[in-house]
Structures are given as structure tokens and as C-alpha cells.
């Protein structure tokens, strides 16, 4: 049996799905399953030439519940979640598993992640708290760039050199224990897009179990740095309540609600460019309305 269920959720992710799978596919102690989000150019025809189960999915149902649908299909100890645009070569992941192996607190482990032109990404994060989510909105920490109440990400090169616990953790590469996913329940299938890695740490730690950051294994993500496109804002504010209006008491959820309505007009104003602008309107708009019961719609919509 494979000690490893390798999970990449792809769509339309044809031009980097392959150098993704390759890097652990073939192995006999992983078990790679590519999810297919019904993508539209070719992605589920290119895995045929693969050594990779493929799961072609007749709808998009969402980031988390392509991964949901992966690793049920498995029954390796550890499942790795990697991204489409994201290479783990073995030798790294064996890393990350032997870290689990050592000690049976640790919930869930990732990797120091690079740029493909080795830089590095500034992947650990802070949970969302009120003050950095005003601190956004008010462009704050464009003036006080190495304050740590500003912004969720931690940019201190220096928290990217030794292992330690961390809140959470960018979701492109991610190893979980099978049974602490059983435990929790998976990914919550309410996050269509963004925030679902934030949830699944925060479910992580409140089960008892740690989340690690191992720095001595490395993974290369394409996509490290990139933004959200304009068109999906509405989608990244709509995620950002969702996750305030799990996790968050009455007063807090209000103060976050008030703080993405902010952020969104602020960006309104300081738009460069026509999408940027129509972006952030419509995550406005979700700010000032109730939440969407069909997250995906958005999606549609943009």
C-alpha cells in the first residue's frame, strides 16, 4: 500500500499539470489522483499519456471539493495537496512525511516554497484578525511594510529559516494525516475559492493537532506570488466572510464585514484600470449583501 495519496485538483490547467504529476508520479509509495474540474482545454486528454488516476468531473464544484473527492478515493496515511502550477520533487515530500512520522502532534506539514527563479514565497500566514483587515483597506502596510499587525502574511525572512508551528499556510502544498482529515470532515465545500486553506488550519489546530512549517523540504510554485485576478475579488471578499462567519462571534463578523466593504471601496478609488475597478465593485457589492448560498455563482458571474 502507498503511504501517500497525492491530490492535484486541476482546471484548465493543461500548461502545468504535467510537470506537476510527473515529480511524483511513478513512485511506488505514492499514489498520484488528479481531480479534473471539467476543464475546457484538454487537461483530462494530456493525463492519459500519465501513470495518474484521473477523476473527470462533469461540473466545477469548487477547489475544496475537488480535493474532498481525491483523497476519499484513497486510503494512504498521509494525503499531500499540491497545487497544479506547484513541483515537489520525492525527496522533498519524503521530508514532510518523516516529519508526521516523528511526531504523531503534527496534524499537518509544508514546505519552504520558491519562486521558479528561487526567491522566495512568502507562504505562512497570521489568521485574519479585524485590525489587519482595516490596516488593508487603509493601505497601511504599504507605510509600515515590517509591521506584523497589517497583514496576515508573515514577511520576515527570518520566520522562513528554522521549523516551527505555525497558524496556517498557503494551501499549494500541503501534507495532512488521514486521519485527522477523517476526523474534521475534509475541506469545507462552502469555500468554492479562496479561504479554504485558512479553514482547513484553523479545523486542524482546534482538533488538538499542530500545523509545521519544514523548511528543510522545498517546493517550487509558479503561481507563488501572483494576485487574484480582478475578476474573481468578488469571490476572495466573499470567502473572507464566509470564513468570519464561521469562526467569528457577532461583533467581530460585523467589524470584518465593515473592514472588506472598506478595503473594496478604498480599491475602488485606486484603481489603475477599468477591471480592477469592476473587480472591486463587485466585491463591494458582496460586502453590502447577504452571503451568496451558491458561492459558485460568483464565479459565473465574473
Same mark, same amino acid.
Given at each position: 500500500?502507498?503511504?501517500?495519496?497525492?491530490?492535484?485538483?486541476?482546471?484548465?490547467?493543461?500548461?502545468?499539470?504535467?510537470?506537476?504529476?510527473?515529480? &511524483?508520479?511513478?513512485?511506488?509509495?505514492?499514489?498520484? $489522483? &488528479?481531480?479534473?474540474?471539467?476543464?475546457?482545454?484538454? $487537461?483530462?486528454?494530456?493525463?492519459?499519456?500519465?501513470?495518474?488516476? $484521473?477523476? =473527470?468531473?462533469?461540473?466545477?464544484?469548487?477547489?475544496?471539493?475537488?480535493?474532498?473527492?481525491?483523497?476519499?478515493?484513497?486510503?494512504? *496515511?498521509? &494525503?499531500?495537496?499540491?497545487?497544479?502550477?506547484?513541483?515537489?520533487?520525492? @525527496?522533498?515530500?519524503?521530508?514532510?512525511?518523516?516529519?508526521?512520522?516523528?511526531?504523531?502532534?503534527?496534524?499537518?506539514? =509544508?514546505?519552504?516554497?520558491?519562486?521558479?527563479?528561487?526567491?522566495?514565497?512568502?507562504?505562512?500566514?497570521?489568521?485574519?484578525?479585524?485590525?489587519?483587515?482595516?490596516?488593508?483597506?487603509?493601505?497601511?502596510?504599504?507605510?509600515?511594510? !515590517?509591521?506584523?499587525?497589517?497583514?496576515?502574511?508573515?514577511?520576515?525572512?527570518?520566520?522562513?529559516?528554522? *521549523?516551527? *508551528?505555525?497558524?496556517?499556510?498557503?494551501?499549494?502544498?500541503?501534507?495532512?494525516?488521514?486521519?485527522?482529515?477523517?476526523?474534521?470532515?475534509?475541506?469545507?465545500?462552502?469555500?468554492?475559492?479562496?479561504?479554504?486553506?485558512?479553514?482547513?488550519?484553523?479545523?486542524?489546530?482546534?482538533?488538538?493537532?499542530?500545523?509545521?512549517?519544514? *523548511?528543510?523540504?522545498?517546493?517550487?510554485?509558479?503561481?507563488?506570488?501572483?494576485?487574484?485576478?480582478?475578476?474573481?475579488?468578488?469571490?476572495?471578499? !466573499?470567502?473572507?466572510?464566509?470564513?468570519?462567519?464561521?469562526?467569528?462571534?457577532?461583533? $467581530?463578523? =460585523?467589524?470584518?464585514?465593515?473592514?472588506?466593504?472598506?478595503? @473594496? =471601496?478604498?480599491?475602488?478609488?485606486?484603481?489603475?484600470? !477599468? @477591471?480592477?475597478?469592476?473587480?472591486?465593485?463587485?466585491?463591494?457589492? &458582496?460586502?453590502?449583501?447577504?452571503?451568496? @448560498?451558491?458561492?459558485?455563482?460568483?464565479?459565473?458571474?465574473?
Amino acid at each position: 500500500m502507498s503511504r501517500v495519496d497525492a491530490i492535484i485538483v486541476t482546471y484548465n490547467s493543461a500548461g502545468t499539470i504535467g510537470s506537476a504529476a510527473e515529480r &511524483v508520479a511513478g513512485l511506488d509509495w505514492v499514489r498520484v $489522483t &488528479v481531480v479534473d474540474n471539467a476543464s475546457g482545454d484538454g $487537461t483530462v486528454d494530456l493525463l492519459r499519456a500519465l501513470p495518474v488516476e $484521473t477523476i =473527470a468531473l462533469e461540473e466545477n464544484g469548487g477547489f475544496a471539493r475537488g480535493c474532498n473527492v481525491g483523497w476519499r478515493r484513497g486510503s494512504s *496515511p498521509f &494525503v499531500l495537496f499540491l497545487n497544479p502550477d506547484a513541483q515537489l520533487a520525492p @525527496a522533498e515530500l519524503a521530508k514532510l512525511v518523516g516529519e508526521l512520522d516523528r511526531d504523531e502532534r503534527v496534524g499537518a506539514v =509544508a514546505p519552504r516554497i520558491v519562486e521558479p527563479d528561487g526567491s522566495l514565497d512568502f507562504s505562512l500566514r497570521r489568521f485574519p484578525r479585524v485590525r489587519s483587515g482595516f490596516a488593508q483597506a487603509l493601505f497601511l502596510h504599504r507605510l509600515f511594510p !515590517a509591521a506584523t499587525w497589517v497583514d496576515e502574511v508573515i514577511r520576515d525572512p527570518a520566520e522562513y529559516e528554522s *521549523p516551527h *508551528p505555525v497558524e496556517w499556510v498557503s494551501g499549494a502544498c500541503l501534507v495532512v494525516r488521514r486521519s485527522v482529515l477523517e476526523r474534521i470532515g475534509g475541506l469545507d465545500e462552502s469555500f468554492f475559492h479562496y479561504s479554504e486553506d485558512v479553514d482547513l488550519c484553523a479545523r486542524i489546530w482546534r482538533a488538538g493537532f499542530e500545523v509545521r512549517y519544514v *523548511p528543510a523540504a522545498v517546493a517550487e510554485h509558479e503561481g507563488g506570488a501572483s494576485a487574484p485576478r480582478a475578476r474573481l475579488l468578488p469571490v476572495l471578499a !466573499a470567502s473572507r466572510l464566509r470564513y468570519s462567519a464561521k469562526h467569528d462571534r457577532s461583533l $467581530t463578523k =460585523a467589524l470584518v464585514r465593515a473592514s472588506v466593504a472598506l478595503g @473594496a =471601496a478604498t480599491h475602488v478609488v485606486a484603481a489603475r484600470n !477599468a @477591471a480592477a475597478r469592476r473587480g472591486h465593485l463587485g466585491a463591494l457589492g &458582496v460586502a453590502l449583501s447577504p452571503l451568496p @448560498a451558491d458561492p459558485s455563482r460568483l464565479v459565473r458571474r465574473a
